[in-house]
């Protein structure tokens, strides 16, 4: 059965760090696109990073305006574990942090950055709580 979760997500102050991870099993997180989004309160969830499978040849990687710089996604094929490693981080970067998988081709590529309506699974999220 195909899984996604994550751990990581905590209380930090204003300008701290925070890695999360995000353990998939069921299928191989190398060979799909894997995103991070994140549902902040009153505000619609948003794609915050991804990175696609190196089929056919290059892994890309996107992040949104809002943590371009501060944010690095990463992935440890070995452990089959997706990384978001959040840096500077603000207090707007408050939210409930998703992972998610795309399973599909498009073409003969998969796909990066990702919406929501790309996604066929869902982990249940983390926490992460800036504080000023």
């Known amino acids: 059965q195909l899984q996604l979760v994550e751990s990581g997500g905590g209380l930090v102050q204003a300008g701290g760090s925070l890695r999360l991870s995000c353990a998939a099993s069921?299928?191989?997180?190398?060979?799909?696109?894997i995103g991070w989004f994140r549902h902040a309160p009153g505000k619609e969830r948003e794609g915050v990073s991804c990175m696609s499978s190196r089929v056919p040849s290059v892994v890309i990687t996107n992040y949104s305006d809002s943590v371009q710089g501060r944010f690095t996604i990463s992935r440890n094929n070995a452990k089959n574990t997706v990384y978001l490693q959040m840096n500077s981080l603000k207090p707007e970067d408050t939210a409930v942090y998703y992972c998610?998988?795309?399973?599909?081709?498009?073409?003969?590529?998969?796909?990066?950055?990702?919406?929501?309506?790309?996604?066929?699974?869902w982990g249940k999220g983390t926490l992460v709580t800036v504080s000023p």
């Open positions: 069921g299928f191989t997180l190398d060979d799909y696109s």
């Open positions: 998610a998988v795309d399973l599909k081709m498009y073409g003969s590529a998969y796909k990066c950055p990702l919406s929501d309506q790309d996604i066929d699974y």
